[in-house]
């Protein structure tokens, strides 16, 4: 199956899912999320899942696909992928965004990797690394405060076994580790205080892997970050100049 997408790529807090929002609506278009961590069902606060009242106005799809206890491939993404495109009525277009580059590279060129047409060219929001560093503290900040210690908690009940790679999440993993050390302290303490340290320190070594996969991987046509609705706007005029870019998607199962 083929299907026209319009890629929309970024670092971890460089406001892509808003962007993407913003356009879905505007386009009457259905967002298919490229985010490895967005597939696990309850870890919602850690990966910046929109909401239900986030997501009105427009469809959602590459989320909420398996458990934590379950490993997760980018194959299994694909498929999904593909189910949701599948259910799509045929004119609607289709957003991909997400800061996964295993998963564009899946969509975009197949999963054994080797091109058959030249890369394509879509937009790759960008930032300064110290402004995506104060955005990830702050909204890492919002995430404890929002309650995502409990959330952990409340998934290490449901899922007292977790999967390799739900273990290896960001923020997931250094909260599961405290908890099951016993910690019971505020979530404003020094204790987990030190520990958005260490999230903080894993994040931006991400948001420098995504930028050199980005960089290497694709051709991206660099996007200035900034206010949603601006960053929307220079999206939407990258698309126009590039066009969207002709998927193939594997059978739906």
């Not at 045929?90 to 091109?115: C, H, K, N, Q």
């Not at 060219?121 to 930032?127: H, K, M, N, Q, T």
């Not at 320190?201 to 996007?223: D, E």
């Not at 706007?233 to 199962?253: C, I, K, N, Q, Y």
Request: glycine content about 8%; aromatic content about 8%.
């Amino acid at each position: 199956m083929e299907r026209e997408v319009y890629p929309l790529a970024g670092p971890t807090a460089g406001g892509k899912t808003a962007a993407a929002a913003i356009l879905a609506r505007r386009m009457g278009a259905a967002v298919l999320s490229a985010d490895s961590m967005l597939v696990y069902r309850g870890m919602d606060l850690g990966t910046a899942k929109p909401t239900a009242e986030e997501r009105e106005g427009y469809m959602l799809g590459g989320i909420d696909l398996a458990d934590p206890s379950e490993d997760f491939s980018a194959g299994a993404w694909l498929r999904a992928a593909s189910a949701f495109v599948a259910s799509l009525p045929s004119g609607m277009p289709v957003i991909v965004a997400g800061g996964t580059g295993l998963y564009f590279s899946a969509l975009l060129r197949g999963l054994d990797r080797e091109w058959t047409n030249p890369p394509p060219e879509y937009p790759v929001i960008d930032l300064p690394r110290d402004v995506l560093r104060v955005r990830a503290a702050s909204r890492i900040g919002a995430m404890f405060a929002s309650g995502w210690v409990d959330e952990v908690r409340s998934l290490l009940v449901r899922f007292p076994e977790w999967s390799r790679t739900a273990r290896y999440a960001i923020g997931y993993a250094e909260i599961r580790e405290r908890l099951l050390a016993g910690c019971t302290a505020p979530h404003d303490s020094p204790e987990w205080n030190e520990v958005k340290a260490k999230i903080l320190v894993r994040t931006m070594r991400l948001v420098k892997h995504q930028a050199t996969w980005f960089r290497h991987q694709s051709r991206a046509i660099a996007v200035e970050g900034g206010a949603a609705e601006a960053v929307a706007d220079r999206v939407e005029s990258a698309w126009r100049a590039h066009g969207p870019w002709l998927a193939t998607f594997p059978a739906a199962e």
